[in-house]
Nanobody, 128 residues
Framework: QVQLVESGGGLVQAGDSLRLSCVASGRTFSRYSVGWFRQAPGKEREFVAV????????YYADSVNGRFTISRDNAKTTVYLQMNSLKPEDTAVYYC?????????????????????WGQGTQVTVSS
């Protein structure tokens, strides 16, 4: 069992930055790949980014590529999502999720059904 807790969300203006954190507890965190998803009101949950358990591979949604950076500190059992140049369309609840997979396959990680554990989410609101 892995427990995930997100933090770092808030209300910012367009162009600002935020860093989200996902702290894990439970089983060996370093053996899990961790992704970020988001869900805006009235929309389906969508993939944002993922980092494999070794940190060797990262994948991003096209909409955030070049603006967001995912990283992890296994010693702190934490995964970060640095979000720069935020846009109003980035407004959503952001969730982190963990999977025991270590595949090098972007499409695989884009599917939320591949993840076994989810956090409760943190709200990000970007005003124009």
């Amino acid at each position: 069992q892995v427990q995930l807790v997100e933090s770092g969300g808030g209300l910012v203006q367009a162009g600002d930055s935020l860093r989200l954190s996902c702290v894990a507890s439970g089983r060996t965190f370093s053996r899990y790949s961790v992704g970020w998803f988001r869900q805006a009101p009235g929309k389906e949950r969508e993939f944002v980014a993922v980092i494999t358990w070794s940190g060797g591979s990262t994948y991003y949604a096209d909409s955030v590529n070049g603006r967001f950076t995912i990283s992890r500190d296994n010693a702190k059992t934490t995964v970060y999502l640095q979000m720069n140049s935020l846009k109003p369309e980035d407004t959503a609840v952001y969730y982190c999720a963990a999977t025991s997979s270590s595949r090098s396959d972007r499409y695989y990680y884009m599917q939320d059904s591949r993840y076994n554990y989810w956090g409760q989410g943190t709200q990000v609101t970007v005003s124009s």
